[in-house]
């Protein structure tokens, strides 16, 4: 039964822009509120490596070659975790995944994204 479903991933140019969203369907609202939430990519051979994280409070946290161009935002009505991203680049090129950053739920399929030159 999947707990995170991931949406939006597609094929861009350079410098284009896509919005990724992330729904946790198995989890109750009073759990997915007060949880700090995070998205996740994974090239091909390599680990899953966080990128970003949105606590309960709204506030942000995003690793540095994001900075700037990515922006994390959450919809406690709809359990659903949004990632924008601008001005991507081939090295942003991976599968993206969200989950709960402090008790991780079982991980979704995720949603490809392919960055082209």
């Known amino acids: 039964q999947v707990h995170m479903v991931e949406s939006g991933g597609g094929l861009v140019q350079a410098g284009g822009s896509l919005r990724l969203s992330c729904r946790a369907a198995r989890m109750i609202t009073s759990t997915f509120n007060p949880s700090t939430m995070g998205w996740y990519r994974q090239v091909l051979g390599k680990q899953r490596e966080f990128i970003a994280s949105i606590s309960s409070t709204g506030r942000t946290n995003y690793i540095d070659p994001v900075k700037g161009r990515f922006i994390i935002s959450r919809d406690n009505a709809k359990k659903t975790v949004y990632l924008e991203m601008n001005s991507l680049k081939p090295e942003d090129t991976a599968v993206y995944y969200c989950?709960?950053?402090?008790?991780?739920?079982?991980w979704g399929k995720g949603t490809l994204v392919n960055v082209s030159p």
């Open positions: 989950n709960n950053v402090v008790a991780p739920s079982p």
